[in-house]
């Protein structure tokens, strides 16, 4: 083992509303160690540079040469805007502002899909009881890997003889689809907001508060909740009408969306589930509604059933993953 790769590597994982960072060790071992794992909002910073500055500072160890950053955005060139927070950053700047021999940048849920081979059972929770039969297990494996958060992220998945290969995309902003009259009408409302309408903007932290907004114009009531806390906490309460619809239509729009990415990538071995609102509404995912529009799809309604849905239930699944992709870089 070289002096560099002794040292490891800075992990992170860029978030719209948080930054996480690690440390990970490049000691060959099947699934990456991640050390001090630390969380802080992005608020607290003007920049990543600054963050991660911060990070390095506290942890009183040997300064790492290497760094893997997952953001969440898409990555064309030198030039990052993080989509849902006002950060923006050139890479060959950082990387000289850290003082790193070695920098790479992925999208977020590239990283979460690089995590997805090293998560065990605990880490998983199925939703639905669908297995892939064993003829659709090829030796190549193909999955999707989305999930709601401060936005919505999503990417291809693809094993090739034990190597991760990662399609990453900005797909979450496709535009939104209804599928009934009461989905219509609340198109209707969100398009007085913004003149056009991804599937974003109602399946995200953001897309719960515009989905609420909608659904008590819709019913004509008054609204009174103003974050998506609010709102999923009235819905788990059972103490408010409004919210609890919000949190229905959330999840069998996920569902819907899920379905949709598992026809257009052809992930016919699973489809998983990340985000930082998933593990939250994760019991009103797994109720049935999420299934049954995922499977939704007419002619292949029969093959959307064999196809299975996990939860990723691991807490820090994007430096897993961007852990794992230092690895693999450094391969």
């Given amino acids: ?26 000691e060959g071992r099947q699934r990456p160690v991640l050390t001090g794992v630390c969380e802080f909002t992005v608020a607290q910073f003007a920049s990543l540079a600054q ?8 942890m009183h160890a040997p300064r ?33 502002e850290l003082g790193l ?21 605990p880490e998983l929770e199925p939703i639905g009881q669908a297995v ?10 193909h999955y999707a890997v989305l999930g709601p958060g401060t936005g919505l992220g999503m990417c291809r998945l693809l094993l090739r003889q034990g190597r991760s290969v ?15 009259d009461y989905e219509i009408a609340i ?10 309408v991804s599937v974003e903007r109602l399946v995200s932290g953001p897309g719960l508060r515009n989905l609420y907004a909608a659904v008590c114009a819709v019913e004509g009531v008054a609204g009174g909740m103003n974050t998506s806390e609010q709102i999923t906490a009235g819905a788990l309460a059972g103490t408010d009408a409004a ?70 239930t691991h807490p820090q699944p994007g430096l897993l993953g961007a852990a794992a992709a230092a690895a693999d870089w450094q391969e």
């Fill in 1 to 26: 083992m070289d002096g560099q790769s002794a040292l490891g590597a800075l992990i992170a994982d860029i978030g719209g509303t948080n930054a996480r960072f690690a440390l990970c060790a490049s």
């Fill in 51 to 58: 963050a991660a500055s911060h990070y390095l500072a506290q």
């Fill in 64 to 96: 790492p040469r290497r760094s893997v950053i997952a953001v969440a955005s898409a990555v064309t060139g030198d030039e990052i805007k993080v989509t849902n927070n006002d950060w923006s950053f050139s890479i060959a700047n950082l990387q000289r």
């Fill in 101 to 121: 021999d070695q920098i790479r940048v992925i999208n977020d849920y590239a990283a979460i899909a690089m995590a997805v081979p090293h998560l065990g059972r």
């Fill in 132 to 141: 892939a039969p064993a003829a659709v297990r090829r030796a190549d494996r």
């Fill in 166 to 180: 990662v399609i990453d995309s900005e797909g979450g902003h496709v535009g939104f689809a209804p599928s009934d």
């Fill in 187 to 196: 198109l209707q409302c969100l398009l007085k907001q913004h003149a056009r």
């Fill in 243 to 312: 919210c609890r619809r919000a949190v229905e239509l959330f999840c069998s729009i996920l569902g819907g969306f899920a379905g949709d990415v598992a026809l257009m990538y052809g992930a016919w071995d699973g489809v998983y589930l990340g985000g930082g609102m998933t593990v939250t509404l994760l019991p009103w995912i797994c109720r049935g509604e999420f299934r049954r529009r995922f499977e939704s799809k007419g002619r292949f309604g029969s093959l959307m059933q064999t196809i299975p849905t996990f939860a990723i």
